[in-house]
């Protein structure tokens, strides 16, 4: 049986009764099994997943209704909550977290009759972007286990691209979602602000991230929008997408569009690799009929700074929570003082989320709020308006999705600098609120190089159509794996 | 600039122990440094905006009971509540 088959295919060749889920859940787990010691996307594995496939197959069997998933195995990111199984955000301090309730995406994909087949790999709290801030230990590159897989999503990234699942749900604060994908050769969504309830997802940096799928083809990351997109009462935040159909026209074509190429992202310190592809994409996006002109953002040169000062701020008040009272391991209060408790049982928190909560106590502090907090807020604003202009004039905007090729294991670990500017080109959609996708473009050496695709708010079923018409222009090999 | 001195002062005040001076205070160092390239963004008189919602489109401000067992699930608890180490010793 083969694994390597898109959301669409696998549910298609459920319903027609080629394959049994319960063949294809097993054929799955054994791939867990066989390649995960390698590769490292799994924190846990769904041991009733098989039991939920033949559950599956007998309802198909005797004609009752089954959701339109028809029992696609999906990995999840481990920040994300399902009912009474652990979360751990990759960290250990939560170690022992169950989660009372479920996320709301995850309460519209088991309606569906989604099965997740298990929790994956992340950076700590999604703070890092290679999956080395884990606390479990690294996820490696499919493409090549010497290499990053990007993150902090990784985790799902490497579960799609190497087999282990059909699709994956992963959450974007600053390219969170985009990058793995881009390092893996999978198809990554940050969708507008609002469009997916974060209802359920441990919160980072409330402002600006998003839930995103992971998947093999464009049409079935559009596929999961239609499922998980939405109004939610339990998340404030949530637009009306008045139940757009993502799938519906998804072939119409980019004749007559106006593309900008963001000319901050492919200047300085962009990889000539990664360069030479992104122009290959741009005239691949000229001869599908679309218009390309260079557009500056003066404004992305300062949001790398202005990212970090806010989802900084945001994590020293979110992680403000874990005093390992309500949540967290068992550590005795005895012989302990309110404060230095808290303190001592911190100490499970990783270094970068250390760091981090330390800088987010610091930059919005008295004193230093003026000279972080507020600038950062403001370079938000800004840097909104200039792609606000920027779409008056243009469609769609282009660029590579990182400017360098996924990088060795332990190479960048060190140094927080050069990691901040890995990040490049994918916080201005954070910051903005607007959608982007990184599409699986080229290779160099065996190691995978996406293109990244933003649109206006609300305008994801465009970008989902500019997304699949690049799609369709390339072929790309098969993971080693 | 900032220096090393305010960053621990943050971090004791942010309730997080230092043990590592190299792994913590010298890289939070470094990343505040870089921050200030905001300084020449030349944003000072950029208005904030914010988004808002209108009250009327809040969700019901009502008590809905979740789990009365949710309690037993903590380390530490008396009955109803949540049991925390001394103020102050």
Same mark, same amino acid.
């Given at each position: 049986?083969?694994?390597?088959?898109?959301?669409?295919?696998?549910?298609?060749?459920?319903?027609?009764?080629?394959?049994?889920? &319960?063949?294809? !859940?097993?054929?799955?787990?054994?791939?867990?099994?066989?390649?995960?010691?390698?590769?490292?996307?799994?924190?846990?594995?769904?041991?009733?997943?098989?039991?939920?496939?033949?559950?599956?197959?007998?309802?198909?069997?005797?004609?009752?209704?089954?959701?339109?998933?028809?029992?696609?195995?999906?990995?999840?990111?481990?920040?994300?909550?399902?009912?009474?199984?652990?979360?751990?955000?990759?960290?250990?301090?939560? &170690?022992?977290?169950?989660? /009372?309730?479920?996320?709301?995406?995850?309460?519209?994909?088991?309606?569906?009759?989604?099965?997740?087949?298990?929790?994956?790999?992340?950076?700590?709290?999604?703070?890092?972007?290679?999956?080395?801030?884990?606390?479990?230990? @690294?996820?490696?590159?499919?493409?090549? #286990? &010497?290499?990053?897989?990007?993150?902090?999503? =990784? *985790?799902?990234?490497?579960?799609?691209?190497?087999?282990?699942?059909?699709?994956?749900?992963?959450?974007?604060?600053?390219?969170?979602? +985009?990058?793995?994908?881009?390092?893996?050769?999978? !198809?990554?969504?940050?969708?507008?602000? =609002?469009?997916?309830? +974060?209802?359920?997802?441990?919160?980072?940096?409330?402002?600006?991230?998003?839930?995103? %799928?992971?998947?093999?083809?464009?049409?079935?990351?559009?596929?999961?929008?239609?499922?998980?997109? =939405?109004?939610?009462?339990?998340?404030?935040?949530?637009?009306?997408?008045?139940?757009?159909?993502?799938?519906?026209? #998804?072939?119409? *074509?980019?004749?007559?569009?106006?593309? *900008?190429?963001?000319?901050?992202?492919?200047?300085?310190?962009?990889?000539?690799? !990664?360069?030479?592809?992104?122009?290959?994409?741009?005239? +691949?996006?000229?001869?599908?009929?679309?218009?390309?002109?260079?557009?500056?953002?003066?404004?992305?040169?300062?949001?790398?700074?202005?990212?970090?000062?806010?989802?900084?701020?945001?994590?020293?008040?979110?992680?403000?929570?874990?005093?390992?009272?309500?949540?967290?391991?068992?550590? /005795?209060?005895? =012989?302990?003082?309110?404060?230095?408790?808290?303190?001592?049982?911190?100490?499970?928190?990783?270094? &970068?989320?250390?760091?981090?909560?330390?800088?987010?106590?610091?930059? /919005?502090?008295?004193?230093?709020?003026?000279?972080?907090?507020?600038?950062?807020?403001?370079?938000?604003?800004?840097?909104?308006?200039?792609?606000?202009?920027?779409?008056?004039?243009?469609?769609?905007?282009?660029?590579?999705?990182? %400017?360098?090729? @996924?990088?060795?294991?332990?190479?960048?670990?060190?140094?927080?600098?050069?990691?901040?500017?890995?990040?490049?080109?994918?916080?201005?959609?954070?910051?903005?609120?607007?959608?982007? #996708?990184?599409?699986?473009?080229?290779?160099?050496?065996?190691?995978?190089?996406?293109?990244?695709?933003?649109?206006?708010?609300?305008?994801?079923?465009?970008?989902?159509?500019?997304?699949?018409?690049?799609?369709?222009?390339?072929?790309?090999?098969?993971?080693?794996? | 600039?900032?220096?090393?001195?305010? $960053?621990?002062?943050?971090?004791?005040?942010?309730?997080?122990?230092?043990?590592?001076?190299?792994?913590?205070?010298?890289?939070?160092?470094?990343?505040?440094?870089?921050?200030? $390239?905001?300084?020449?963004?030349?944003?000072?008189?950029?208005?904030?905006?914010?988004?808002?919602?209108?009250?009327?489109?809040?969700?019901?401000?009502?008590?809905?009971?979740?789990?009365?067992?949710?309690?037993?699930?903590?380390?530490?608890?008396?009955?109803?509540?949540?049991?925390?180490?001394?103020?102050?010793?």
């Amino acid at each position: 049986m083969n694994l390597n088959i898109s959301a669409l295919d696998f549910v298609q060749e459920v319903k027609t009764g080629n394959i049994s889920v &319960e063949d294809f !859940v097993a054929k799955t787990i054994e791939r867990i099994q066989n390649v995960d010691d390698k590769l490292h996307a799994f924190l846990s594995v769904n041991e009733k997943s098989i039991d939920q496939a033949r559950d599956i197959d007998k309802r198909i069997k005797s004609g009752d209704k089954v959701g339109d998933c028809f029992g696609m195995p999906i990995s999840i990111k481990d920040n994300i909550c399902i009912k009474d199984s652990k979360t751990t955000c990759a960290s250990k301090m939560l &170690e022992n977290y169950v989660s /009372p309730y479920d996320a709301t995406v995850i309460t519209k994909l088991k309606q569906q009759d989604a099965i997740f087949v298990g929790k994956v790999n992340m950076d700590e709290f999604a703070m890092g972007l290679t999956t080395e801030f884990s606390a479990y230990g @690294p996820s490696k590159n499919p493409w090549n #286990i &010497e290499h990053v897989p990007g993150g902090s999503s =990784g *985790g799902s990234a490497v579960s799609v691209s190497a087999f282990e699942c059909v699709a994956s749900l992963g959450s974007d604060t600053g390219g969170s979602v +985009r990058n793995p994908a881009s390092f893996c050769s999978t !198809v990554g969504y940050k969708p507008t602000y =609002g469009l997916i309830s +974060r209802f359920g997802l441990i919160s980072y940096a409330n402002s600006i991230e998003q839930i995103g %799928p992971l998947t093999r083809t464009v049409k079935d990351t559009a596929f999961m929008l239609n499922l998980i997109s =939405g109004l939610d009462p339990n998340d404030n935040t949530t637009i009306d997408n008045k139940n757009e159909d993502y799938l519906s026209g #998804i072939e119409v *074509g980019i004749e007559g569009k106006k593309i *900008g190429i963001i000319k901050e992202m492919i200047g300085e310190g962009i990889d000539s690799e !990664v360069l030479s592809a992104t122009k290959d994409a741009i005239s +691949r996006l000229e001869s599908l009929g679309a218009t390309c002109e260079e557009i500056s953002l003066d404004m992305v040169k300062y949001s790398v700074a202005a990212y970090y000062t806010i989802t900084a701020t945001e994590a020293g008040s979110n992680l403000a929570r874990y005093d390992n009272l309500r949540y967290g391991y068992d550590f /005795p209060l005895e =012989g302990y003082e309110f404060n230095s408790y808290i303190s001592k049982a911190r100490k499970k928190f990783g270094p &970068e989320v250390t760091r981090r909560m330390i800088i987010g106590g610091f930059v /919005p502090s008295a004193g230093h709020a003026g000279k972080y907090f507020l600038k950062a807020l403001k370079v938000k604003s800004k840097l909104t308006n200039e792609v606000n202009e920027a779409f008056k004039r243009v469609d769609l905007l282009v660029s590579p999705t990182v %400017p360098v090729l @996924p990088f060795k294991l332990g190479e960048k670990i060190d140094d927080p600098i050069s990691l901040f500017l890995v990040d490049i080109n994918t916080v201005t959609a954070n910051l903005t609120g607007k959608p982007a #996708i990184s599409i699986p473009f080229a290779y160099s050496n065996g190691l995978p190089i996406g293109i990244q695709l933003m649109a206006d708010s609300s305008q994801d079923k465009l970008l989902l159509q500019a997304a699949y018409a690049l799609e369709q222009t390339v072929t790309l090999p098969e993971v080693p794996i | 600039m900032v220096s090393e001195e305010e $960053i621990q002062h943050v971090s004791k005040l942010m309730r997080i122990d230092i043990d590592d001076h190299k792994e913590y205070v010298e890289k939070v160092h470094m990343m505040i440094d870089y921050f200030d $390239i905001l300084d020449s963004a030349g944003v000072e008189s950029e208005e904030i905006s914010m988004p808002e919602i209108s009250i009327s489109d809040l969700r019901e401000d009502e008590y809905i009971p979740f789990n009365d067992k949710l309690i037993e699930k903590l380390n530490h608890y008396k009955g109803t509540y949540v049991r925390a180490p001394k103020m102050s010793s």
